[in-house]
């Protein structure tokens, strides 16, 4: 069983409260617009982290990390991409990939939306943590936190920050 906090679009902003909701996390997932390696930074000193690089964040995180990760973790097959897009609109270059090989859980960032929607097709659950960053069009800010055990997705929590 591990134990995952998920969040995107930091935007280089960086809360307290993340070290805070994200205490009892056995890794913490970014997916995308980072912002500054002083971010990245302190996630890495706190946690295991697993991070993709996002449109806004510059070659210092690019070359930190991956554009598209995917990786198996307690029997989970996990795709975590930045521009990834959602079941029945996925971005052009993530369609035939997706169609061709689907993960069992499918995670983007990017639109600031918080999205948790399961593809019937592909058989994948997709989420999108939304924004946890003070940048861009979102009224409150938003993190997940969940649980893999055993091939299961479960215990899904929708964290907002207020200010």
Not at 34 to 49: L, M, Y
Not at 78 to 95: D, F, M, N, R, S
Request: charged share 25%; net charge neutral; hydrophobic share 40%.
């Amino acid at each position: 069983m591990v134990k995952i906090g998920l969040l995107s679009d930091t935007h280089g902003w960086w809360d307290e409260r993340y070290i805070k909701y994200f205490n009892d996390c056995d890794e913490i997932w970014h997916a995308g617009d980072i912002g500054s390696v002083e971010v990245a930074d302190n996630f890495e000193k706190f946690k295991h982290i697993r991070f993709v690089s996002g449109n806004i964040d510059g070659q210092p995180i690019r070359v930190r990390y991956p554009k598209h990760l995917r990786f198996n973790i307690e029997g989970v097959d996990v795709w975590i991409t930045h521009i990834g897009g959602y079941p029945g609109k996925y971005e052009k270059e993530i369609a035939p990939l997706i169609f061709r090989n689907p993960p069992k859980l499918f995670i983007s960032g990017h639109s600031h939306i918080l999205k948790v929607l399961y593809d019937k097709t592909l058989g994948l659950l997709h989420l999108n943590p939304g924004a946890a960053g003070k940048q861009g069009f979102h009224k409150t800010r938003t993190m997940m936190r969940f649980v893999i055990d055993a091939g299961n997705i479960k215990d899904l929590e929708v964290i907002e920050l207020s200010d």
